[in-house]
């Protein structure tokens, strides 16, 4: 693949937006200011969840509302105006939002993860470019999966050369292409006919030859219109594309990061069904009789029993934050020194974080009903949300292949494989 021409990206396929974003989007400085932005929109966010959920009502107002607020910029470096926040606040952040709608918490995943991407393979001028969109408030999507494949690594997308010799063509069919349909650039994955090697090409949403359908309709997160990218040889600029293989021929944090996001979210929805089903149990569930009959108090929380259930429902999701936290520090850790073995302590301190919010966040959110009672169950209460999300995120990659890492580790100290999904 040639290198990026000299100079400042062509600004002519700038995507615009729906609305002035740029002349309304905050910057965020501050760890502190980060995290105390992301739980009021947490707050607001949450308000509006369950109707959007049950109504699949797209948040694009939302969505504009976390543009302008400065959160999708905070990691660009601090050398271009970022607050460059810790991989911990961020971990923080998609906590929150989870916990409020874990929909919307999914749609910008892939965004941080394609900043992260121009952090580490982009060119200067590509840099400037990019950074300068993402802190006027753009929104970044992704093209990456493809169904029909013999695996998920395995991509049919393709670059080839243009005839004009400026551009590539690229062409072909994404799915579950979560935040295209909102966003303003569109990173796609694909392999040049020319080496057989992966690269992202970030697309403008309205590139021509680019169609995105809104066919998604997953039993969970009903609202991150996660549909398919058709590329009809969409021309796409030398200087729009980066040589994304070159990630994993060292040590790298890509997978690690991406799959924090992924456990933050699931943290988020474990915390929320836990919530949520305190505060049922405390003003609507009515006491089980035979509780009532031994003297165990005339409340449904005074039941000795949903107090030793409610015991281990905290357990997990306390363990979920711990291992959380723990592994937002072992990926800080490696980006202050970053080599094999702290790239290896980071992944695997991921891989168990990872693990562990999965199984709280669909544990939780089905126990939800188990300790509510039947009134719970109405669809007009909407508390079915949180176990739909919970279900349908934690497909995103198995559990049970990181566990395996994790015990090869532990036995015979043999590090993980360098993917994007680990």
Same mark, same amino acid.
């Given at each position: 693949?040639?290198?990026?021409?000299?100079?400042?990206?062509?600004?002519?396929?700038?995507?615009?937006?729906?609305?002035?974003?740029?002349?309304?989007?905050?910057?965020?400085?501050?760890?502190?200011?980060?995290?105390?932005?992301?739980?009021?929109?947490?707050?607001?966010?949450?308000?509006?969840?369950?109707?959007?959920?049950?109504?699949?009502?797209?948040?694009?107002?939302?969505?504009?509302?976390?543009?302008?607020?400065?959160?999708?910029?905070?990691?660009?470096?601090?050398?271009?105006?970022?607050?460059?926040?810790?991989?911990?606040?961020?971990?923080?952040?998609?906590?929150?939002?989870?916990?409020?709608?874990?929909?919307?918490?999914?749609?910008?995943?892939?965004?941080?993860?394609?900043?992260?991407?121009?952090?580490?393979?982009?060119?200067?001028?590509?840099?400037?470019?990019?950074?300068?969109?993402?802190?006027?408030?753009?929104?970044?999507?992704?093209?990456?999966?493809?169904?029909?494949?013999?695996?998920?690594?395995?991509?049919?997308?393709?670059?080839?050369?243009?005839?004009?010799?400026?551009?590539?063509?690229?062409?072909?069919?994404?799915?579950?292409?979560?935040?295209?349909?909102?966003?303003?650039?569109?990173?796609?994955?694909?392999?040049?006919?020319?080496?057989?090697?992966?690269?992202?090409?970030?697309?403008?949403?309205?590139?021509?030859?680019?169609?995105?359908?809104?066919?998604?309709?997953?039993?969970?997160?009903?609202?991150?219109?996660?549909?398919?990218?058709?590329?009809?040889?969409?021309?796409?600029?030398?200087?729009?594309?980066?040589?994304?293989?070159?990630?994993?021929?060292?040590?790298?944090?890509?997978?690690?990061?991406?799959?924090?996001?992924?456990?933050?979210?699931?943290?988020?929805?474990?915390?929320?069904?836990?919530?949520?089903?305190?505060?049922?149990?405390?003003?609507?569930?009515?006491?089980?009789?035979?509780?009532?009959?031994?003297?165990?108090?005339?409340?449904?929380?005074?039941?000795?029993?949903?107090?030793?259930?409610?015991?281990?429902?905290?357990?997990?999701?306390?363990? !979920?934050?711990?291992?959380?936290?723990? &592994?937002?520090? /072992? $990926?800080?850790?490696? *980006? @202050? +020194? %970053?080599?094999?073995?702290?790239?290896?302590?980071?992944?695997?301190?991921?891989?168990?974080?990872?693990?562990?919010?999965?199984? !709280?966040?669909?544990?939780?959110?089905? &126990?939800?009903? /188990? $300790?509510?009672?039947? *009134? @719970? +169950? %109405?669809?007009?209460?909407?508390?079915?949300?949180?176990?739909?999300?919970?279900?349908?995120?934690?497909?995103?990659?198995?559990?049970?292949?990181?566990?395996?890492?994790?015990?090869?580790?532990?036995?015979?100290?043999? *590090?993980?494989?360098?993917?994007?999904?680990?």
């Amino acid at each position: 693949m040639p290198q990026p021409a000299a100079g400042s990206p062509d600004e002519t396929t700038t995507a615009p937006t729906a609305t002035d974003i740029e002349a309304h989007a905050a910057i965020l400085k501050t760890e502190a200011e980060v995290e105390r932005t992301a739980r009021e929109l947490a707050d607001a966010f949450r308000a509006g969840a369950a109707e959007r959920d049950r109504e699949r009502r797209l948040p694009r107002a939302e969505l504009d509302r976390l543009s302008a607020s400065g959160l999708l910029a905070v990691t660009v470096p601090a050398e271009y105006g970022g607050a460059e926040v810790s991989a911990r606040t961020l971990a923080e952040v998609f906590r929150l939002l989870g916990g409020a709608d874990a929909s919307l918490a999914q749609i910008p995943q892939s965004h941080f993860v394609y900043v992260a991407v121009l952090r580490r393979q982009g060119t200067p001028a590509q840099q400037e470019f990019f950074f300068r969109e993402i802190l006027a408030g753009r929104r970044l999507g992704n093209a990456q999966s493809e169904a029909g494949t013999r695996h998920v690594q395995d991509l049919r997308t393709r670059l080839e050369p243009a005839p004009d010799g400026a551009h590539l063509l690229l062409t072909g069919v994404k799915n579950y292409s979560t935040g295209a349909l909102f966003a303003d650039w569109i990173p796609v994955l694909a392999r040049d006919v020319r080496d057989e090697e992966l690269y992202v090409a970030y697309v403008p949403r309205t590139a021509p030859g680019l169609r995105i359908e809104d066919d998604w309709d997953g039993l969970g997160q009903r609202t991150t219109a996660s549909g398919t990218v058709h590329l009809d040889a969409v021309p796409v600029p030398a200087d729009r594309v980066l040589p994304h293989h070159l990630t994993f021929r060292g040590p790298q944090l890509h997978g690690a990061l991406a799959q924090l996001l992924h456990a933050a979210i699931d943290t988020g929805i474990a915390g929320d069904a836990l919530a949520t089903a305190a505060e049922f149990v405390t003003t609507k569930s009515r006491p089980w009789f035979e509780s009532v009959d031994r003297g165990w108090g005339g409340t449904a929380a005074e039941d000795p029993l949903l107090v030793q259930r409610f015991g281990e429902l905290d357990l997990l999701v306390r363990s !979920a934050k711990a291992l959380l936290v723990q &592994a937002a520090d /072992e $990926v800080d850790t490696a *980006r @202050a +020194a %970053l080599d094999e073995e702290s790239a290896a302590a980071a992944s695997l301190a991921v891989a168990a974080a990872k693990v562990q919010s999965g199984k !709280a966040a669909v544990e939780v959110a089905s &126990a939800l009903f /188990e $300790v509510a009672g039947t *009134r @719970a +169950a %109405l669809a007009s209460l909407g508390l079915d949300r949180h176990w739909r999300d919970a279900r349908t995120h934690t497909l995103h990659d198995p559990a049970r292949w990181k566990l395996q890492h994790l015990g090869r580790h532990a036995l015979s100290g043999i *590090r993980p494989p360098r993917h994007g999904l680990l």
